[in-house]
């Protein structure tokens, strides 16, 4: 068990809809990462939190948003969903930014969104 | 932002002593090398990290030559269930991302 906690673990939506992603982090780390994994794109950096702020971009749609709340948990938003979009969905947390020696992260058992 | 290569797959037997070469000619000064372990369906789960030489724990060893463009993942006496996808991650420096490779996919045989 890595301590990072998402939910749901499984969500089967239709085409068009919008979908709300939940994450918890470890206790005491204050960066969240977001990673998409698809079988033909592998894991993908969507975007990073750290305590509260947005710290860094990846390919992230236009469609998907995120956020990180005041108690650290965050939430990545996926709106108007296409096929395409069907993925496993990854937070991961660490202590701190993500710079220097700060390179571990803890992912959890990730969410598997299917769009149908 | 340093972009890394590695062999798509690799094929061992258990027992052996199994090396995984990730080439980063781009990395920067302030990056470290940090290998992460996948199995299906699951969160990628870290290894090892290093800056230069070698580093050793309880599961691995990380080779880094003096010029840190390339870093070796050796994993001693391989067993059926170290078969998983092995990403080599540079980062963490100014970039402050975590940007994950293709990865090598690594299949132990009895």
């Known amino acids: 068990d890595s301590g990072v906690t998402q939910t749901p673990k499984h969500l089967i939506t239709a085409t068009g809809q919008r979908v709300t992603l939940r994450c918890s982090p470890r206790s005491g780390d204050l960066s969240v990462y977001w990673y998409q994994q698809s079988l033909d794109q592998g894991l993908q950096f969507l975007i990073q939190?750290?305590?509260?702020?947005?710290?860094a971009k990846g390919n992230i749609l236009e469609r998907f948003s995120a956020q990180q709340f005041p108690d650290l948990h965050s939430e990545l938003n996926l709106s108007s969903l296409e096929l395409g979009d069907s993925a496993l969905y990854f937070c991961a947390s660490s202590v701190g930014v993500g710079a220097g020696s700060d390179t571990e992260a803890f992912f959890g058992q990730g969410t598997r969104l299917t769009v149908v | 932002l340093a972009k890394t290569t590695q062999p798509i797959s690799m094929d061992s037997y258990e027992g052996q002593e199994v090396n995984i070469t990730c080439s980063h000619n781009n990395i920067a000064t302030n990056d470290y090398i940090t290998w992460y372990q996948q199995f299906p369906s699951q969160g990628p789960r870290f290894i090892i990290q290093g800056y230069k030489t070698k580093v050793t724990n309880e599961v691995a060893s990380l080779f880094i030559p003096a010029d840190r463009k390339s870093s070796t993942l050796s994993l001693p006496r391989v067993s059926l269930s170290d078969t998983a996808v092995y990403y080599c991650l540079v980062g963490g420096g100014a970039t402050n991302k975590l940007i994950f490779g293709t990865g090598t996919l690594l299949a132990v045989q009895p």
């Open positions: 939190y750290y305590n509260g702020e947005e710290r």
